[in-house]
């Protein structure tokens, strides 16, 4: 079956450091995306990056990298120089492509607190 | 009006009410989805429209009826909801429905039912 795993509840960094947020994901099927979301306290959930199955290299976008270790099935989200704004939830996802169609799985989230 | 809209952003609703909940994409996209996200439980994938037509449904409950009159508008209707469907309910969007697209979320609508 297929699952993502987010091991952190919560998470401090300080301003313009570095954090690491870990995703490890589980699925039989050999193609799929892995998606990072960020839900700050307003709700909405916004987009930051992503990575398909059969990508050679590490997505990135801006101050976003992911981390991708395909045969660990891990695709943790780095984001470089922390800043205030960057407090919120964050969502790991895949979406797998099967014989039946499609399925959509979210992790439970990493809430990440950037500290002044 | 850009992105993707939802409206009410809060609902308050008895147990025996009808209401329903609305969601449009002004992004030229071709899919629409509806997610329930609950306070203890990871997002849930409700329903998929691609091209106006259903191609997910999540054993969701039959209460929860959605509807898709054409690919830039979903609704989700809801009768005889219960205590425990109180949650935010997230609408989004993708240019398709593969593995490769990002999707584009609203606002939300909070839900409570009494």
């Known amino acids: 079956a297929q699952k993502i795993t987010q091991t952190q509840p919560g998470m401090f960094v300080q301003e313009k450091e570095a954090v690491t947020l870990d995703c490890t994901y589980d699925t039989s099927d050999p193609s799929y995306g892995l998606f990072w979301y960020k839900q700050p306290s307003s709700g909405e959930m916004i987009f930051l990056i992503y990575?398909?199955?059969?990508?050679?290299q590490n997505a990135t976008e801006g101050r976003y990298s992911l981390n991708f270790q395909k045969a660990r099935k891990s695709a943790n989200l780095v984001i470089s120089a922390s800043q205030l704004g960057d407090s919120a939830m964050y969502f790991c996802a895949m979406r797998v492509a099967y014989t039946g169609g499609f399925k959509t799985i979210f992790g439970a989230g990493t809430r990440l607190f950037v500290k002044a | 009006e850009t992105g993707v809209t939802q409206t009410p952003r809060h609902l308050v609703m008895g147990m025996t009410n009808k209401k329903s909940l609305k969601c449009e994409q002004h992004?030229?996209?071709?899919?629409m989805y509806w997610y329930k996200q609950s306070a203890k439980k990871p997002l849930e994938l409700m329903f998929v429209?691609?091209?106006?037509?259903?191609?997910e449904n999540n054993s969701v409950p039959s209460r929860f009826s959605p509807e898709c009159p054409n690919s830039s508008h979903l609704f989700l209707h809801l009768h005889t909801l219960q205590p425990e469907d109180s949650a935010l309910y997230l609408c989004a969007s993708s240019q398709e429905v593969g593995t490769s697209y990002e999707q584009y979320f609203g606002p939300g609508t909070r839900l409570t039912v009494t």
């Open positions: 429209y691609n091209f106006k037509e259903q191609t």
């Open positions: 992004l030229g996209h071709n899919a």
């Open positions: 990575q398909g199955s059969y990508d050679q």
